[in-house]
């Protein structure tokens, strides 16, 4: 009876920790969901990299995950640069665009969230946009160059959307 009782107990502690994350994963994607996604088509001139997509966070804070409609979870898929916006699409058919008004520099980066590379191993765009309820947000998407050789042409290439001038005030 006692060991009854034990085992009870234990599968209700873990149904309410699964309970709890569940509600916290749901709560984190409505947040994300208010969230305004831009659509950009890509010119003839772009250049496109293979990209390991990580994660996209809070410019502020490298280790709260923005669940960001089909870009919740890490993938393989590809990054499409121009003068005009950045396009990373995972090779599920989710797109995401950064308007070159939205970009607000890019970086080098070691470790976001859950994941860890040798140093300045990930690439990181920062962008900014707004929400439903008109609030900017600074945003940080986190990206591994799939081909290391190609570091110097996207640096090129992130460089030149930073000359693009902005309508902001951000530092760029």
Not at 40 to 46: F, G, K
Not at 83 to 103: N, T, Y
Request: with cysteine.
């Amino acid at each position: 009876m006692d060991k009854a009782i034990g085992a009870l107990i234990s599968v209700l502690i873990v149904a309410i920790i699964f309970g709890l994350m569940l509600w916290g994963w749901r709560a984190r994607s409505q947040r994300a969901g208010s969230i305004v996604m831009f659509s950009v088509a890509s010119s003839p001139d772009a250049r496109e990299y293979a990209v390991f997509y990580v994660a996209t966070t809070r410019a502020d804070n490298f280790l709260e995950r923005v669940n960001l409609p089909g870009f919740a979870f890490r993938g393989y898929g590809t990054v499409v640069i121009d003068k005009d916006a950045v396009v990373c699409e995972l090779l599920s058919g989710e797109r995401l665009c950064i308007p070159a008004h939205q970009f607000r520099g890019s970086m080098r980066t070691t470790t976001v969230i859950d994941k860890v590379v040798e140093k300045d191993g990930l690439q990181t765009i920062v962008w900014e946009t707004t929400t439903r309820s008109e609030s900017v947000v600074e945003l940080a998407t986190h990206l591994r160059l799939v081909r290391p050789s190609d570091l110097g042409s996207f640096n090129e290439s992130m460089q030149a959307l930073r000359s693009i001038p902005t309508s902001s005030s951000h530092p760029q």
